[in-house]
């Protein structure tokens, strides 16, 4: 019987189906779910890791020792991960080892848009696309297999509308759990050069004899219509083919890396005109273009974003489709939540005009109006050292400066930032904002919370602690909603001479579970706006004062906390 999945969700199922007996990840959207529906298996070990290299790296213990294995990431997890990825590509496995790589084309959740492809290709790595929740299922059962066939780690590349949109699956009949046995062999998984010298050889074979293979695994699907038109696309812009070009010929390749050069090469002969459409960059299109074959590709399409059914409908017949032309809608951006505890932060960060060295995360959104407190943002842990070098260049003072990332974040990569300071004597002021959950991507577990992945009791890091034990001299703890004591606190630290970390302490609103009373505004409201420099979304405007949205009201009391005329009471 078949039944609607999530791209993730079949994932989860397919890899469980397939026998996997580890999973081991870091949460980022729009890879996520994949790891909290095998969670809900008992029967196999599902964790949460503090990142993506270490997910990783567990996985590679477990798929050697001979057991099927999985991590998952976002396609900038995937940086993260990128030592042990490249080095097991040459160590080979022993049990089937799959990586998911989630890119996010469009950037609806990421700083950047890197295609994971390029990863496949820069590893000597097979890579998988599935176009549908269906293949996402039977894509990673055929990606174990073919892990332990070819002794090769194997990439899952999903996209962020593969993964979050559902399509039918059809469950097959499970694969029994087994670990192969283990052999030591110094030889192969040990990677000193003279060792890895004579496994580059092994991999270069391993991925010729992938090349000879591809065109009898079935995972490419070849379909002729009109021949007049061509194309060779894969993943979820297949669906957008077939919706924008329903008569043209299609070469849908499940496998992206290597690729079937003779499928192809039979296909161009058979068609008058080829277009190569791919999300992001030109990587097939490069390809095909090597072998001779004349095609067209990124002369019509861009390198950014995603594509859609009209984007190639309009860009290869000129015609519209009838839903194409929609009037504009009003710009949405993405706001803190009501009685989020970072607004009460990024607020007296703005006041007191500090340089803000920002970092991934809900907190993010500081960037924003009304607060535009933050200068910078690259990447997870980043912000501590970026403010080390704006201090050690003399470029911006560190008595302006304030480095802020979240628990989770702080967790994943900052504390490796945070021991460099203290080791070459920095001047530095770091906030963790600590809001008991690693939020942005759904609200997963982390070290710091005191839970696992399946929310039972697990050994919680105390942020204090660490910080004294890699050296830092001055630690401050502080509720960020008591505003005037968190302004003290924080040029208190800037004040300090060397390594200063503030911990701002309040749950994230959305896990509290008892939702207080909201607020609203009296008689005595002279509608002066401070409280609308807040931010939060259940305060508006109006003509005569302001007005408080009750459903959306949280019930914070940071709106009263900065009323001068006390208009702002709770509901009785």
């Known amino acids: 019987m078949k039944q609607l999945m999530l791209g993730n969700e ?52 477990a798929a050697i020792g001979g057991a099927r ?20 590509a040459y160590t080979g496995v022993n049990g089937g080892l799959v990586i998911i790589a989630a890119d996010d084309p469009g950037m609806h959740s990421s700083q950047n848009e890197q295609d994971s492809r390029y990863y496949a290709m820069s590893a000597h790595i097979p890579m998988l696309e599935p176009a549908d929740s269906q293949e996402c299922y039977s894509m990673v059962r055929a990606a174990f297999e073919m892990s332990e066939k070819y ?9 962020t509308r593969i993964a979050h949109s559902q ?20 030889g192969k998984y040990v990677m000193m050069p003279a060792m890895a010298r004579g496994r580059h050889i092994a991999l270069e074979q391993r991925e010729n004899q992938l090349s000879l293979d591809i065109e009898t695994m079935g995972v490419n699907k070849l379909e002729y219509r009109d021949k007049n038109i061509g194309v060779i696309c894969s993943g979820a812009v297949y669906q957008y083919v077939r919706e924008a070009l329903p008569n043209a010929s299609t070469l849908k390749l499940g496998m992206v890396y290597p690729l079937a050069k003779g499928l192809i090469a039979s296909f161009a002969k058979q068609v008058e005109k080829i ?48 839903f194409d032309s929609i009037a504009d809608l009003p710009a949405r951006p993405p706001v803190l939540c009501p009685g989020c505890p970072h607004r009460a932060v990024f607020h007296t960060l703005s006041k007191m005009k500090l340089n803000v060295t920002g970092d991934i995360g809900c907190y993010t959104l500081g960037a924003n ?34 480095a802020i990332l979240g628990d989770s974040t702080f967790i994943h990569s900052g504390i490796t930032g945070l021991i460099n300071v203290v080791y070459n004597k920095g001047n530095s002021t770091v906030m963790i904002l600590d809001n008991s959950i690693t939020g942005m991507t759904g609200h997963q577990q982390n ?62 609103a959305l896990i509290i579970k008892e939702k207080p009373k909201p607020f609203q505004v009296n008689e005595s409201c002279i509608n002066c706006g401070i409280c609308g420099k807040l931010g939060c979304p259940a305060i508006e405007k109006q003509a005569n004062a302001a007005f408080i949205d009750a459903s959306l009201c949280f019930g914070c009391g940071l709106c009263a906390s900065v009323c001068p005329k006390k208009a702002i009471v709770r509901e009785d």
Request: aromatic share 6%; hydrophobic share 40%.
């Open 10 to 61: 079949a994932i989860a199922f397919g890899a469980m189906d397939a026998g996997v007996s580890l999973i081991s990840s870091y949460p980022g959207t729009p890879s996520t779910e994949i790891t909290e529906y095998a969670s809900k298996n008992k029967d196999i070990y599902v964790e949460w890791a503090p990142n993506e290299k270490v997910a990783t790296e567990v996985a590679i213990g």
């Open 69 to 88: 294995a999985m991590t998952c990431m976002k396609h900038v997890g995937v940086n993260v991960a990128a030592d042990p990825i490249f080095t097991v």
């Open 151 to 159: 002794d090769t780690p194997v990439f899952v590349r999903l996209t």
């Open 167 to 186: 399509s039918a699956v059809e469950l097959f009949e499970k694969t029994e759990k087994m670990i192969k046995p283990y052999t030591k062999n110094i």
């Open 275 to 322: 277009y190569v459409i791919e999300e992001l960059e030109p990587i097939i299109e490069n390809q095909v273009k090597a072998m001779g074959i004349s095609c067209i590709g990124k002369e019509l399409f861009s390198i950014r974003g995603e594509l859609n059914t009209s984007i190639i409908r309009m860009s290869i017949t000129g015609v519209e489709l009838p």
């Open 369 to 402: 109006a009304p607060y535009n407190a933050m200068d910078m943002c690259v990447c997870m842990g980043a912000s501590i050292g970026m403010a080390h070098g704006l201090d050690r260049s003399g470029a911006l003072p560190a008595q302006k400066t304030v």
């Open 447 to 508: 070290p710091t919370t005191g839970k696992d992945i399946r929310g039972e009791a697990a050994p919680q890091i105390n942020l204090v602690q660490l910080c004294e034990a890699v050296g830092v001299k001055d630690i401050h703890t502080v509720d960020p909603f008591d505003m005037k004591l968190l302004e003290k606190t924080i040029k208190d630290a800037l004040s300090f001479e060397g390594v200063s970390v503030i911990i701002a302490q309040r749950p994230c």
